[in-house]
């Protein structure tokens, strides 16, 4: 099993920027790929971005591109969110999930992290 840590939340002013990371342990057997996600309060489950661990390939929700940027570091097992110009609308819990399996198109993906908490302030 994939374990996944996510780190880089915060409280930030609106059109700053963070970078989150997600720690992963337990490749190479159980992930094709990782993504982020994020649930703001009383709203359901948001896919943002993923990426492959062999190419690299990415796949973003229309909202973030050109926002947020995903990119992994293979030898670190890490996979990172940069988001930039945030507005108050981005606060939220974030969280890391895994993909055990191709294609990265189909967004079904099967573990999450515990979550981080941005916060952004108008």
């Known amino acids: 099993q994939v374990q996944l840590v996510e780190s880089g939340g915060g409280l930030v002013q609106a059109g700053s920027s963070l970078r989150l990371s997600c720690a992963a342990s337990?490749?190479?057997?159980?992930?094709?790929?990782l993504g982020w996600f994020r649930q703001a309060p009383g709203k359901g489950r948001q896919f943002l971005a993923g990426?492959?661990?062999?190419?690299?390939?990415?796949d973003y929700r229309d909202f973030v591109k050109g926002r947020f940027t995903i990119s992994r570091d293979n030898a670190n097992n890490t996979v990172y969110l940069q988001m930039n110009s945030l507005k108050p609308e981005d606060a939220a819990v974030y969280y890391c999930?895994?993909?055990?399996?191709?294609?990265?198109?189909?967004?079904?993906?099967?573990?999450w992290g515990q979550g981080t908490q941005v916060t952004v302030s108008s």
């Open positions: 999930a895994n993909k055990r399996r191709a294609p990265l198109s189909d967004r079904l993906y099967d573990y």
């Open positions: 337990g490749r190479p057997f159980n992930s094709y790929a």
């Open positions: 990426t492959t661990w062999t190419d690299g390939s990415t």
